[in-house]
């Protein structure tokens, strides 16, 4: 017995000091990445000196071996990256620093992993060195977390979706395997310490879900590539066989970017760009034709226009009619969405349809045309169809119906894009994934869906203030989002009622104008008709001096689904938004970000009686006094200010 003991002993000795630890901190210290090389590779994270991702195994598996088992380390390196950039479409800064501390750790295997701590995140990724081409079975890539957790979960049903789902609010271990979801999530510690969970830098490769284990562990979940597919109809395929892989790639490659965005109080989710900093840099030459701007949108209203003396639909005169409503208050496109063309022949106008003359009066009128495409017509005749868009005068595209997130997708999305640039084009993608670091790489890309916009008021009743207020600590950590906003016919929960053709919102018209500061998206729609707007000159004309992109993001009080107020900057101005579930609420708000001077304010508050009249709200312009602000918002309502120094 006791040589056995002794053998046991000296083997784990000997097991001990082959495995490795490495670790980095964060600039401040505040945050540390530890890892561990053994018979496999670990990571773990600390916060402020308390563990919040404990051990979780990581690895690639190839057709013929596995990165990450019995690894051999080659070299290891310590860097420290302090660098400056800018965003050629700011939705959230203009200048960023990128600065981290990064460990960097190369195996005789041929590949390497890189980590980088940041003091509001971390990341890692794979690189691989390999002669030949890969097929990747699978990537594992394990989130261990600490007991206790909650998490904001957009569950899926399949892989096969565009991201249009709703948060489950629950606790981490209650979610079983089998049950999956789409990316950000956002888990909270027993601790308060809040991680949102993204990808970016994703390059021919397929996107990452979540799947749960019944345990306060996460593993992810990629979609094979397809290898036989069936159109069901115009916008909707069938999978019918699968590779064994989830991607074939070159053996030499960078892979993409698994980001922990890390935040102690929930309003510093709203200023974390870290997707934004990984994300590959921008590859276009000139970008000086990318204009984001404001967008007359169509379908959400149904083309359904009143007072004129012309039928109202998907006709010229309606059209025109757009045209003339963006024209008088200095919007900037209108969008011909799904009805202009036949779906899977774009070059077949439909009946009434004029696209020629549409075109052409927008530009006598200083209004440009972006063109709604099902995503597969686009496609399969990509050059030729951007040619004929570009001879039209048309300038950019709205591309829809993807649904699907594998890797032949995602790379669909980067040809679409660079096909789209090389004709100065922009790209609005819907029936999409979730911003994935290509809107830095090719910024002719404004905008992505992928979530539960304005557009559900139309058949459902669940976009509640809770859920608008889930989004900016959730969806929007990935980038950009097209939610739609500018809805003019307001009610609480009991006067909502669902209508497809003259739809309506929950909330007040306060809480629907916030949403042009809180919600970031360079190409932002006015969703209603224009004869609803036009009623009510004095409302539109404050709303279109609210810009589209933004200098910089000062979050100033926020906790998720309840509330949130963030204060923007672009060019000398400065621009608040404010947003409040179902429960009333009044902030007094610092006014220290603003810069010396006199400042006077024009700001857009809930009427005195918003609590019977949602739509009911007060425009005011007075001169700042004090160096505090008071903001008070009714149920579901909301608050939006427009600062400008005045000597």
Not at 12 to 25: C, E, H, P, R, T
Not at 55 to 75: M, N
Not at 334 to 355: A, Q, R
Not at 465 to 493: E, K, S, V, W
Request: charged share 25%.
């Amino acid at each position: 017995m006791k040589q056995f003991v002794f053998i046991f002993l000296t083997l784990g000795i000997a097991f001990n000091l082959n495995a490795k630890d490495y670790s980095v901190k964060s600039p401040d210290s505040s945050i540390e990445i530890k890892v561990k090389v053994a018979d496999a590779i670990s990571w773990s994270v600390a916060v402020d000196g308390n563990d919040v991702l404990k051990e979780s195994t990581i690895s690639i598996e190839l057709a013929d071996k596995v990165l990450g088992t019995t690894p051999k380390v080659r070299k290891t390196s310590t860097t420290n990256i302090n660098s400056e950039l800018s965003a050629v479409v700011p939705y959230k800064f203009k200048e960023m620093v990128d600065h981290c501390n990064e460990l960097a750790i190369s195996f005789k295997e041929g590949f390497a992993l890189r980590f980088r701590a940041y003091d509001n995140g971390v990341a890692y990724r794979w690189e691989a060195s390999l002669k030949d081409g890969i097929e990747i079975i699978n990537e594992v890539a394990g989130l261990n977390f600490n007991d206790g957790c909650s998490i904001l979960f957009p569950e899926e049903v399949s892989l096969y979706s565009h991201y249009e789902r709703a948060y489950v609010d629950t606790v981490l271990a209650g979610i079983g395997k089998g049950r999956f979801c789409s990316l950000p999530a956002l888990v909270t510690t027993a601790n308060g310490i809040k991680v949102g969970i993204t990808e970016t830098g994703q390059t021919n490769y397929p996107a990452m879900f979540l799947e749960g284990t019944g345990e306060d562990r996460l593993t992810a979940l990629f979609p094979k590539v397809p290898v036989e597919i069936k159109m069901a109809r115009d916008r909707t395929e069938d999978i019918l066989n699968e590779a064994e892989y989830i991607a074939a790639t070159k053996g030499s490659r960078a892979f993409p970017w698994r980001c922990l965005m890390i935040a102690r109080e929930d309003k510093e989710l709203v200023e974390n760009a870290l997707p934004f900093i990984l994300a590959e840099e921008n590859v276009l030459e000139d970008a000086s034709w990318i204009k984001p701007g404001t967008v007359a949108w169509d379908w959400w209203n149904a083309n359904n226009i009143y007072g004129v003396d012309f039928k109202a639909g998907v006709n010229t005169e309606t059209y025109k009619y757009f045209i003339d409503f963006a024209a008088r208050f200095g919007i900037n496109y209108i969008i011909l969405d799904e009805g202009w063309s036949n779906t899977t022949n774009l070059f077949e106008f439909m009946p009434g349809m004029d696209v020629h003359e549409i075109i052409n009066y927008g530009k006598s009128k200083g209004v440009d045309v972006v063109l709604w495409v099902l995503w597969k017509p686009l496609y399969e005749n990509l050059e030729a169809t951007l040619d004929k868009f570009k001879e039209w005068g048309a300038v950019g595209i709205k591309v829809d119906f993807m649904q699907r997130a594998d890797q032949l997708m995602v790379n669909y999305y980067e040809e679409i894009a660079k096909a789209a640039a090389e004709r100065e084009f922009l790209v609005d993608f819907h029936g999409a994934f979730k911003p994935n670091g290509l809107q830095r790489k090719y910024p002719n890309v404004v905008n992505y869906e992928g979530l539960r916009g304005n557009e559900h008021h139309k058949w459902a009743d669940y976009i509640t203030p809770a859920h608008n207020l889930t989004l900016p600590f959730t969806r929007m950590l990935a980038g950009p989002m097209d939610y739609t906003p500018g809805a003019m016919i307001n009610h609480d929960a009991r006067g909502f009622k669902i209508n497809f053709d003259s739809p309506m919102s929950q909330g007040t018209r306060a809480h629907q104008s916030s949403m042009y500061v809180l919600y970031e998206s360079p190409l932002q729609m006015f969703c209603d008709t224009p004869s609803n707007y036009l009623k009510e000159p004095g409302y539109v004309e404050f709303m279109v001096k609210i810009p589209t992109t933004w200098d910089k993001t000062v979050a100033l009080e926020g906790k998720i689904k309840e509330y949130l107020v963030v204060a923007r900057k672009s060019g000398d101005n400065w621009y608040i938004g404010g947003m409040t579930d179902w429960t009333p609420r009044e902030f007094e708000i610092s006014l220290g970000f603003l810069e010396e001077g006199k400042w006077q304010i024009e700001y857009l508050a809930d009427g005195i009686n918003a609590n019977r009249h949602l739509a009911d709200y007060v425009i005011k312009k007075e001169m700042v006094s004090g160096k505090s602000l008071k903001i008070s918002m009714a149920s579901g309502g909301g608050y939006v200010a427009i600062l400008k120094k005045v000597d």
